[in-house]
């Protein structure tokens, strides 16, 4: 590792089981990993692996039951559910399998409201939108509306929504997972292109072994064990 770069994600011991009245699964055994500012990783693994569990651990969406993660100077697993909500808000960008626009607002709206709520004028919400919808190639789309967008245009809409804020990291859970084998490539290409352009930090978890391969690190997560693989 590169010891001149920022390590903007830092995960030490960090455990996860979930027990029922019939069994306790482990699904994150300790895991001790570092992410740089700027890069891209990919985990993958295979359906049940805890791939998703762990982003969501890292966006504060789940909670971990032992370790440390801190993200852009937050000790996440700290921090109270109202300082859980900021951090989501301030220092992560979501992107999921499904698109979450609403479907009553343009393309613009989608990606310009998050930055608004956040407290921004309108007219500085909109120009950020206007230029990230560039960033996808959907500027000639930003007033139609989502029923009106194909399945790959509204993922790249919720690309371009995830970086309004300007988020120390962006955390994506299977976003081709709905996509036909030509929108995959095109949203992997504009994702990766598009966080690489602003100097975002991406974690991709992803079953498909081609936007895997787009990272500049990789790892895979079996038995709930992260390891990256080698080039």
Do not use: C, W
């Amino acid at each position: 590792m590169n010891d001149d770069k920022k390590i903007i994600v830092r995960v030490r011991s960090l455990v996860k089981d979930y027990t029922s009245s019939a069994e306790t699964l482990h699904i994150l055994r300790g895991l001790d990993f570092d992410i740089e500012e700027g890069s891209s990783v990919s985990i993958s693994g295979s359906s049940g692996s805890g791939k998703s569990t762990l982003l969501n651990i890292l966006g504060g969406l789940d909670r971990a039951d032992a370790g440390e993660v801190v993200v852009d100077g937050n000790r996440i697993d700290r921090l109270a559910e109202k300082q859980l909500t900021r951090y989501r808000r301030e220092s992560v960008g979501f992107i999921f399998q499904f698109h979450y626009l609403l479907n009553d607002f343009t393309a613009l709206e989608n990606v310009m409201l998050p930055a608004y709520i956040a407290g921004l004028s309108k007219k500085t919400a909109l120009e950020k939108a206007r230029a990230l919808l560039a960033d996808v190639n959907m500027e000639a789309r930003a007033n139609h509306l989502p029923q009106q967008l194909s399945g790959g245009e509204r993922q790249r809409v919720a690309v371009a929504r995830s970086m309004v804020n300007d988020p120390a990291v962006i955390l994506a859970d299977e976003p081709t997972g709905n996509l036909d084998m030509e929108n995959t490539a095109l949203v992997t290409r504009i994702l990766y292109e598009a966080a690489e352009k602003r100097g975002r930090t991406l974690v991709v978890v992803t079953h498909d072994k081609d936007v895997a391969a787009r990272a500049s690190r990789r790892y895979v997560l079996v038995d709930g064990v992260l390891s990256e693989l080698k080039n």
